[in-house]
């Protein structure tokens, strides 16, 4: 299961130290700006759409099935992004992938909610979710090795062997199982909540691409996205056959812990989407550099996910939660000591305590999600709690990309006035682009890129108390509605008790 979700998360940190390769016109594509936001947006569109889909599939027709279909999927999905002839190509290809991501996340949850024993299964969530550390490890530091001796595709194809040795692995070790009284199907439901997941996170992309939300091409799909969320609630709260019982959210450990895997990601997600640009353009560091940077948070991740089931033992899930939060917000606070000529190990410092936080956050959440089903709804609980990460992830670097993007060009504006129309144009969208206009400027254009660097500091620093904030309340929610160790203990026998599915695995 751990290498299952490593090809996911991997496929997710390699693609960022591959996009300006893919914008040359002479190594890569060629892409435009845009285009290479649709090659991630198409991904996240179709991924967050259909996770809670493949979840309710996966209950139904069998998990492990499901699972090698999404793994097959996925490489194929690769071998096509990797010998893309266009962006337009790649967009689709990318879509593909995200199909297959789709189909794969839920399932690997789920199936661990219902191979361990509720004993076991904390360690062994806390353990899965330790890939994610080594997929954030690994990720960019094999796309810069990959980049530096090979063409931009092979960031792709490094998923085909992996896949092929985890559906190996799947084959032989994996038992299948399902919900043994799946009940009738309910379509409208499903159909509900695709539609709205992919309407709301395409409007959430929009604001984030345009960095402007009070117009009609962002508001429009986000209200409309959320009407059908709204509707897709009230349908499953009177079906006899609910694709996913809403009503347990009533469950006070269920509903806090999803809100805080969502404020979670939301603020961590999305200050890292803007870290990788401070990195290569503000501090001049490599792709293989940069993504060395990232080996503190992976390291944190790696040392206390697997940890994490024995500090909710002796502490409860309500303290340990509430500490990773309050760890991440920290860390997001302490951006603001990250300057243009700051020591890197500052920043490395601040990635290992926030790898630290969020080691603490998800394993303990994830574990009070999980346990707050019968296990024959295990399915629906794993797309839960994925689809409030990926929503939060999409949400996080649209909402946080829009400030890093209004601040800069606030910050900038007398000094864009006084460059030609396109010039200009290109030195507000991005710190790339200002970089890039000084460079055809020659010795002119040298006073641009000090000012442009400043002015996205302090758009970061912007960004990150805005995370910070949303984290901290995070550890509010948890706080006030997560039950503490003594409340969560009966809940946990009640678990225990039934064994309805186990002799069907």
Not at 49 to 68: A, E, N, P
Not at 340 to 349: C, E, S
Request: charged residues 10%; hydrophobic residues 55%; aromatic residues 8%.
């Amino acid at each position: 299961m751990t290498v299952s979700l490593l090809v996911v998360v991997l496929d997710n940190t390699i693609l960022n130290v591959a996009l300006k390769t893919i914008a040359d016109p002479d190594k890569g594509l060629g892409a435009t700006q845009s285009q290479l936001e649709w090659s991630i947006n198409s991904y996240t569109l179709v991924f967050a759409g259909l996770l809670f889909t493949f979840g309710v599939i996966g209950d139904r027709i069998g998990r492990k099935r499901v699972l090698m279909g999404g793994m097959a999927v996925f490489a194929l999905a690769s071998l096509a992004s990797a010998y893309a002839q266009s962006p337009d190509q790649l967009i689709y290809a990318r879509a593909l992938m995200g199909l297959g991501g789709a189909a794969i996340m839920p399932q690997t949850l789920s199936i661990i909610s219902n191979v361990f024993e509720p004993h076991e299964r904390a360690r062994a969530i806390g353990i899965w979710a330790g890939a994610v550390g080594l997929g954030v490890a690994i990720g960019p530091l094999t796309g810069g090795l990959l980049l530096a001796h090979f063409w931009w595709g092979s960031v792709f194809l490094i998923n085909v062997p992996v896949i092929i040795a985890g559906v190996t692995l799947i084959a032989f070790l994996v038992p299948e199982s399902r919900n043994p009284s799946p009940g009738r199907l309910d379509p409208v439901g499903v159909l509900l909540s695709v539609v709205g997941l992919v309407v709301v996170s395409y409007g959430i992309i929009q604001g984030g691409d345009k960095g402007e939300w009070l117009t009609l091409s962002t508001l429009g799909p986000i209200l409309a996205g959320a009407a059908v969320l709204a509707l897709f609630v009230w349908h499953e709260a009177r079906t006899a056959s609910p694709a996913f019982d809403v009503r347990l959210f009533k469950d006070a450990r269920m509903s806090a812990a999803v809100a805080s895997i969502a404020l979670c990601f939301f603020a961590a997600t999305g200050v890292f989407f803007f870290t990788s640009f401070y990195m290569q353009s503000v501090r001049g560091l490599s792709a293989l550099e940069s993504g060395a940077m990232v080996l503190p948070f992976a390291a944190a991740q790696l040392i206390f996910s697997p940890r994490s089931a024995g500090m909710v033992r002796r502490f409860g899930a309500k303290a340990v939660c509430t500490s990773g939060l309050l760890l991440v917000t920290v860390a997001l606070a302490s951006y603001q000591f990250v300057g243009t000529d700051t020591p890197m190990w500052i920043l490395g410092v601040i990635f290992f305590v926030q790898g630290a936080g969020m080691a603490n956050v998800m394993p303990p959440a994830t574990e009070s999600v999980m346990s707050a089903l019968p296990r024959e709804k295990a399915g629906a609980g794993s797309a839960v709690n994925n689809v409030a990460r990926q929503v939060a992830v999409a949400m996080g670097v649209a909402v946080l990309g829009s400030v890093v993007a209004s601040v800069y060009r606030g910050d900038l504006h007398d000094r864009l006035a006084a460059l030609p129309a396109g010039a200009r144009q290109a030195a507000g969208e991005s710190i790339e682009g200002a970089h890039a206009v000084a460079a055809r400027m020659g010795a002119a254009g040298h006073g641009l890129i000090g000012p442009a660097d400043t002015a996205f500091v302090h758009a970061m620093h912007t960004a990150s108390i805005v995370a910070a904030v949303v984290s901290f309340l995070g550890a509010l929610v948890v706080l006030k509605w997560m039950p503490g160790r003594t409340a969560a203990a009966p809940a946990a026998e009640n678990q225990a008790a039934p064994e309805p599915e186990k002799a069907h695995v």
